[in-house]
Structures are given as structure tokens and as C-alpha cells.
Nanobody, 122 residues
């Protein structure tokens, strides 16, 4: 069982930046694909970005391409989501998740964090 804890959310003005962190409880985290998903009020959860265990493969949703980047530090069991040029439509709860597979579908992800709120004011 992998436990994930997100942090770094908060309130930011449009155009600003935030960096989210996802810390895992297990050292085997380094062998997992890690993804970020988000859910805005009244909307379905959607895929944002993911990184393979080695970092060689990354997947980014069109809505955040060019603004969000993902990286990982396996020695620290941590994955980072750097969010730049934030827009009000980026407001959502952001969830970190991991899977032993490679993909962007939420059904493929086995372990989830509790989420962290990101609010972007206009």
C-alpha cells in the first residue's frame, strides 16, 4: 500500500505560479508512474500530467501544455508539479496518484492522495 501526500496548494493570482509536491510513503515509489489529476467544482476529474518511473516518458494534457511541468526525485520519494501562468480555470483540487502501469486514464491508477486545493483568482 502506497500512501501519497500532496502539498503546496493555495491561493494565487492569475499569471502566478505554484509548485505542488507529492510525497510517497514507500521506497518502491521509484518504480511507479505518477500522475496528477484535478477536479474543479461541478466538473469531472481530469488528467493533468504524468511522468514514468524513470522520467523518460511524460504526458501532458493540452489544457496545461507549455505551462505545467512534472519532475521527480526518486531519492526523496517525491514528484513535483510546477504550475506557471496560472489561470482561473486551473482552480481545482489537485490529486497525485501512482500506478505500476503507464497511462493517463484514472482507472489505471491504484493509489491516490487526498488532494490539495489550488485557487487562482482573476
Amino acid at each position: 500500500q502506497v500512501q501519497l501526500v500532496e502539498s503546496g496548494g493555495g491561493l494565487v493570482q492569475a499569471g502566478g505560479s505554484l509548485r505542488l509536491s507529492c510525497v510517497a510513503s514507500e521506497r518502491t515509489f521509484h518504480s511507479y508512474t505518477v500522475g496528477w489529476f484535478r477536479q474543479a467544482p461541478g466538473k469531472e476529474q481530469e488528467f493533468v500530467i504524468a511522468i514514468s518511473w524513470s522520467g523518460a516518458n511524460r504526458y501532458t494534457a493540452d489544457s496545461v501544455k507549455g505551462r505545467f511541468t512534472i519532475s521527480r526525485d526518486n531519492a526523496k520519494n517525491t514528484v513535483y508539479l510546477q504550475m506557471n501562468s496560472l489561470k482561473p480555470e486551473d482552480t481545482a483540487i489537485y490529486y497525485c496518484a501512482c500506478t505500476a502501469r503507464l497511462g493517463i486514464s484514472r482507472d489505471q491508477y491504484d493509489y491516490w492522495g487526498q488532494g490539495t486545493q489550488v485557487t487562482v483568482s482573476s
